[in-house]
């Protein structure tokens, strides 16, 4: 069965570093989001991808977020400047069409621990 | 704006007994509103989605919600919890008919032998 891919699974790094989070979406599938779930709290919007530009953006994705679809496979979320707040899970997910009509496929999510 | 309300972040029932998991949501337009699951370190899998083609939807695992607009009520239901169906759960509705879709808080479902 198709499913979308997160790696890497776990990442820690040092506050003020640049993290990139990369997905690799069900392959027919034109719609492409990113989610964050800070630990025991719900889980957050954080951008949507069509047609290889951001489609929706939630207050959340501020200049220090960017998203690409640099190959046609993968589907990435970049971190410019990472803080001490962005430590969460981060969840990938994809959609043969709009999330309305559409269901939308999540990843295992990468864990991110900012230090 | 569309929104969700999931009441009670940890509901606990015996093996057997019926499951009710509470969402309610907030919209000036009729909704499109998801129930999805979570299994400990996996992603979220949908489990049923109303889009207003029918009030009583059927999703996997024997789970289903009605949806009540009186209430503003799309409540999680499953006549039978098993021990397989320890997870957490989230509502979510499609905001203003694009592609943001907005989760509840979640529902932490324990199940007692």
């Known amino acids: 069965e198709p499913e979308v891919t997160q790696t890497p699974s776990h990442q820690v790094t040092q506050m003020g570093q640049e993290v990139i989070l990369r997905c690799v979406p069900i392959?027919?599938?034109?719609?492409f989001y990113w989610y964050r779930q800070i630990l025991g709290q719900k889980v957050e919007f954080l951008v949507s991808?069509?047609?290889?530009?951001?489609?929706?953006k939630s207050e959340i994705f501020d200049d220090q977020f960017s998203v690409e679809r640099p190959d046609g496979s993968n589907f990435t979320l970049k971190i410019r400047s990472t803080k001490l707040e962005d430590s969460a899970m981060y969840f990938c997910?994809?959609?043969?069409?709009?999330?309305?009509?559409?269901?939308?496929?999540f990843g295992e999510g990468s864990r991110l621990t900012v230090l | 704006a569309q929104s969700v309300t999931q009441l009670g972040s940890h509901v606990s029932v015996s093996e057997g007994a019926l499951v009710l998991l509470r969402c309610n949501y907030s919209?000036?337009?009729?909704?499109?509103l998801f129930w999805y699951v979570q299994y400990p370190n996996q992603g979220l899998q949908l489990l049923l989605k109303?889009?207003?083609?029918?009030?009583l939807v059927k999703g996997i695992n024997g789970f289903e919600a009605e949806f009540k607009k009186s209430e503003t009520s799309f409540h999680l239901t499953k006549p039978s919890a098993h021990m397989s169906d320890a997870a957490e759960y989230f509502c979510a509705v499609i905001k203003d008919n694009n592609n943001d879709m907005r989760f509840g808080a979640g529902t932490r479902l324990t199940v007692k032998p």
């Open positions: 991808f069509y047609n290889n530009e951001i489609s929706e």
């Open positions: 919209s000036s337009v009729p909704p499109y």
């Open positions: 392959s027919n599938h034109l719609y």
């Open positions: 997910a994809s959609s043969g069409g709009l999330a309305v009509t559409g269901e939308l496929f």
């Open positions: 109303y889009t207003s083609a029918a009030t």
